[in-house]
């Protein structure tokens, strides 16, 4: 059987545009409203309906440069990313240790496999680490593909890591904590249900995972991407020996690896210093591999102009969130999904706040953003539900992080998708039963939840 044709699946790129024009609509039919809000955060109880100017027709056409501008922060991120990269596959290093992990667990992808999504995992439950994982993207591809897997494989261990690291956050900065300072409950409580859902959500992430990589190494013609060409950018040369300069290039990228982590975790630091970390690698690595300033620059322009797709897919996925806002209907969707649950039972409502929160994320993908919004008015109604409010912390985490892996408005999402050359469809049909599985988990837990306070 030949490669099926894929081309009649829409590209991410015309798949957000559609997205833009639909968010545009909806601002038509739905009423505009506010919130009063102090600061970043969400007063409860007020919200009202304002009069609000239709916006002009050509706003999904004006609104995309201001979705460029307000991604910049990223937009430019993946563009040096791609050049350091760049960089780095052109001293060898990163093509050798891809051999190396292939010689020495080629044969066992359970460990190979369990083992990486369980450090992306923990680096988004404890540091909120999610778009640093972008650089990795071409490297697991590369690998997956060696393995005879394919791209989802490779992609998966990074999105499935990182959505279930931020769906059973312990630690991180970005959700958990912000969602429990704004609730009133104790910095990093409730740890050991969070812990405990980690395990058990990995489990079933790495499960469904392998499960696919097995099926497409028995029988490549199983692969969703089986109609898309990776023959160029993925290829591993013949050289693929571990030098003792490649080594000391391994050395130089772990260690900025490390001194971010560091820097997040002890001095807030984010995409500008993730960025000046990795030029700072980038002339390190050019140095110890003694590659001359002209190859560097070459190598450098050669890898961002790779990720420029995958920019500009970014910047569309934000101006869906423009356009929302600008048309003041955002309020508007979480005060009607918010209002039906201040009636029902303990379990019902932590459960209904689950699916509130898995919705919220398609209008608001920040974590941060989505708990200065709907926590102020999550608090409030599991008190009046008999829900503990760590509950109902625990129902945002599992709704925010888990649908970060299919919601089409998650500008990461949609660049990594471009960067891997996966079809939208295609990530769909591979997610969507392990989302099931997923969300059935939290179910469970939330009911654990709510019957012991």
Known sequence: MGARDTSRFPDALVLIFGLII????????????????????????????????????????????????????????????????????????VDALIGLAIRRMGDRPTLLVGGMVTLFALGSSTVGMAEE??????????????????????????????AVGYGCAALNPFTVLIAQSIAGVELTSGQGLRWLALAACLAVGVHHLLRYARRVQADPEQSLVRGVSYAQGFDLPEDVELTRARLLVAFVFLAGVLLFVYGVGAEGWYLTELTAVFLGMAVLVAVVARLSPNRVAAAFASGAAELTSTAVI?????????????????????????????????????????????LCNLFIPSGSGQAYVTMPLMAPIADLTGVSRQTAVLAYQFGDGFTNMVVPTNALLMGMLALARIPYPQWVRFVAPLLVKLFAVAVVVLLIAAGVG
């Open 22 to 93: 639909v968010a545009q609509l909806a601002t038509y039919v739905l009423p505009a409203g506010v919130f009063e809000r102090d600061g970043r955060q969400v007063i409860g109880g007020t919200y009202r309906t304002v009069e609000a100017a239709p916006l002009p027709a050509f706003t999904f056409l004006t609104a995309v440069p201001r979705g460029l501008a307000e991604a910049a922060d990223i937009i430019f991120f993946v563009l040096i990313v791609g050049g350091v990269f760049g960089v780095l596959r052109a001293t060898g290093a």
């Open 133 to 162: 994982y972008m650089p990795f993207v071409p490297l697991l591809v590369t690998m997956c593909l060696a393995l005879r897997m394919d791209a989802v494989v490779g992609l998966g261990i990074i999105y499935v890591g990182a």
């Open 314 to 358: 970014i910047g569309f996925a934000r101006t869906i969130q423009v356009v929302l806002t600008e048309g003041q209907v955002i309020d508007t969707v979480i005060n009607a999904l918010a209002t039906p649950l201040q009636g029902a039972p303990g379990g019902v409502a932590a459960v209904g706040m689950l699916g509130v929160q898995a």
